[in-house]
């Protein structure tokens, strides 16, 4: 099954396939909650073909975003 870590490898594998960088979260970004809502949609998908296939329209959809996902997911679950 994909945690939340393999997703976040995910998406940083499409980040440099995508040509997305990291300062673009900074630039029209879209309310955090709708975009943690999403995620977390996604990564509550029980089949890992169709969480992956998710992931990649997510992906798709939404480019300028990729390096806030992967770091919602990365620090998901971890006090501050």
């Not at 870590?5 to 879209?30: E, H, K, Q």
């Not at 999403?38 to 990729?66: G, M, Q």
């Amino acid at each position: 099954a994909l945690g939340d870590r393999s997703i976040a490898s995910l998406f940083l594998c499409l980040v440099y396939s995508t040509g997305a960088a990291a300062c673009a979260m900074l630039n029209c970004m879209r309310d955090l909650q709708a975009v943690e809502e999403e995620l977390y949609e996604i990564s509550a998908i029980p089949d890992d073909s169709n969480k992956l296939e998710r992931i990649v329209v997510w992906c798709a959809t939404h480019p300028d975003e990729i390096p806030l996902a992967i770091h919602l997911l990365m620090t998901r679950g971890k006090s501050e």
